[in-house]
């Protein structure tokens, strides 16, 4: 399949920075709860965006809470690689991407954090939406939580 022809997304070396604005966010995290956002893509420099989200992360409990969370997204010649906001900035996970037959594009990758594990999938829609997917299992985590993103107009 021709990349460069993927609706919404088109060559994959360019999604980092089709991400650019604002994206509204509906977050699932099964069994725990859920949020709604905003989620704002700005650029820090030609190859890296700083990744901010906002929302009111609604507990199955009853509790509510509003929530902030921050990462650095750098682009990549097969997708992307995900940094925690720290200093220095820490990688979470690098992304390489590939097309699907519906015209998706989708990567995932896995991330061990002390014992737990992440196993995170991106698949970006040809409706030019995308879906986040992180799998956390391990000792002290046991959920799946996912987003999905509408770009704002």
């Not at 906002?54 to 809470?65: I, S």
């Not at 720290?86 to 996970?93: A, G, K, T």
């Not at 995170?120 to 799998?135: C, L, P």
């Not at 956390?136 to 799946?144: A, E, I, L």
Request: net charge neutral.
């Amino acid at each position: 399949m021709n990349e460069t022809l993927i609706d919404g997304w088109r060559d994959v070396s360019q999604v980092t920075m089709r991400l650019t604005g604002a994206w509204s966010f509906d977050r699932v995290i099964r069994g725990q709860g859920t949020m709604q956002g905003l989620a704002t893509f700005t650029p820090l420099d030609a190859e890296r965006l700083v990744y901010q989200e906002q929302g009111r992360l609604k507990l199955l409990n009853g509790a509510e809470f509003e929530a902030v969370r921050e990462y650095i997204f750098r682009k990549g010649e097969r997708g992307f690689d995900v940094f925690f906001k720290e200093d220095p900035p820490r990688l979470f996970h690098a992304i390489s991407l590939s097309a699907s037959k519906d015209g998706a594009l989708s990567g995932g990758a896995g991330h061990l954090c002390n014992l737990d594990h992440y196993q995170s999938t991106y698949t970006f829609r040809g409706d030019g939406g995308f879906v986040v997917r992180h799998v956390v299992s391990g000792p002290r985590k046991d959920y799946t939580m996912v987003t999905a993103y509408t770009r704002v107009s």
